[in-house]
T-cell receptor
Framework: GQQLNQSPQSMFIQEGEDVSMNCTSS?????WLWYKQDPGEGPVLLIA?????ELTSNGRLTAQFGITRKDSFLNISASIPSDVGIYFC??????????FGTGTSLTVIP | SQTIHQWPATLVQPVGSPLSLECTVE??????LYWYRQAAGRGLQLLFY??????ISSEVPQNLSASRPQDRQFILSSKKLLLSDSGFYLC????????????FGSGTRLTVV
């Protein structure tokens, strides 16, 4: 199945720094989602985006639906230790099947 | 509200032994159900998905099989485990045709020794 490319693959940052990651697809989507997976747990939905150009926030997290509909971006401001985990993007054109990104592993150094 | 249950949380099995992982969903009917595998610190690999009782689609050839004996029950099985079957197994559900995404279970850590 189709897989989305996430960048960077891993990040090591100091507590308090801002984080940016992105996700790209070879085809267009109508919905983009961002998930976070805590160590040893299942991924949990953070943000959903339904319209090209849309910018949506959830606390310190902000995600954007790219205007080309082939990419999405996630920013985390003022990182804290509990932000540690793997972040996955996911996209769908019809809602019948979601394709997941390769993941960005985030480590926050206190 | 909808909930998804997955068990066991951890499992250590010898090579050649059988496997049965179970996943159940509550609070919804006719969900789409999925089994994913995740290697350590890596991405999600879709193994099987099901749109209804007895309907199973396999994404990759492998040593595993899936069954859906009831509407909200999804089982992942193997007759003889291989070392390469080790990993983190995740069950998920969704509603067909909606853009709300998947809800994942808490996962099963399988170690084949």
């Amino acid at each position: 199945g189709q897989q989305l490319n996430q960048s960077p693959q891993s990040m090591f940052i100091q507590e308090g720094e801002d984080v940016s990651m992105n996700c790209t697809s070879s085809s267009i989507f109508n919905t983009w989602l961002w998930y976070k997976q805590d160590p040893g747990e299942g991924p949990v939905l953070l943000i959903a985006l339904y319209k090209a150009g849309e910018l949506t926030s959830n606390g310190r997290l902000t995600a954007q639906f790219g205007i080309t509909r082939k990419d999405s971006f996630l920013n985390i401001s003022a990182s804290i230790p509990s932000d540690v985990g793997i972040y996955f993007c996911a996209g769908t054109l019809t809602g019948n099947q979601f394709y997941f990104g390769t993941g960005t592993s985030l480590t926050v150094i206190p | 509200s909808q909930t998804i249950h997955q068990w066991p949380a951890t499992l250590v099995q010898p090579v050649g032994s059988p496997l049965s992982l179970e996943c159940t969903v509550e609070g919804t009917s006719n969900p789409n159900l999925y089994w994913y595998r995740q290697a350590a610190g890596r991405g999600l690999q879709l193994l099987f998905y099901s749109v209804g009782i007895g309907q199973i689609s396999s994404e990759v050839p492998q040593n595993l099989s899936a069954s859906r004996p009831q509407d909200r029950q999804f089982i992942l099985s193997s007759k003889k485990l291989l070392l390469s079957d080790s990993g983190f197994y995740l069950c998920a559900w969704s509603v067909l045709g909606t853009a709300y995404g998947y809800t994942f279970g808490s996962g099963t850590r399988l170690t084949v020794v």
